[in-house]
């Protein structure tokens, strides 16, 4: 059974950092494309990053997180990162790992499996 499990989820004050976890089982993950995607309350889930099966490629889809996130992978542990510095207020949301099923992935669509969900909270 396929599963994505995030963490490092907190809170944090504004201008810090912290450094997302998703641990992946019961796939082939180090084949796919994985992703962060983020939901605020009332709001459609957001596309944040996505990277491709060998880290070659990487995409950004929201500009605000351009030079502050970091996406990441290690297939050998089956995990994936998202680094973030500079955090903002506008950046508390849940967030979400996903695999896709494609070995590159800028399309919300191709991402088949998620995760629960890990809460991020920026104080000013």
């Known amino acids: 059974q396929v599963q994505l499990v995030e963490s490092g989820g907190g809170v944090v004050q504004a201008g810090g950092s912290l450094r997302l976890s998703c641990a992946a089982s019961g796939g082939p993950f180090s084949r796919y494309a994985m992703g962060w995607f983020r939901q605020v309350p009332g709001k459609e889930r957001e596309f944040v990053a996505s990277i491709n099966w060998s880290s070659y490629a990487i995409y950004y889809a929201l500009e605000s997180v351009k030079g502050r996130f970091t996406i990441s992978r290690d297939n050998a542990k089956n995990t994936l990162y998202l680094q973030m510095n500079s955090l903002k207020v506008e950046d508390t949301a849940v967030y979400y790992c996903?695999?896709?099923?494609?070995?590159?992935?800028?399309?919300?669509?191709?991402?088949?499996?998620w995760g629960q969900g890990t809460q991020v909270t920026v104080s000013s």
């Open positions: 996903a695999s896709s099923n494609r070995d590159y992935s800028t399309d919300y669509e191709d991402f088949v499996y």
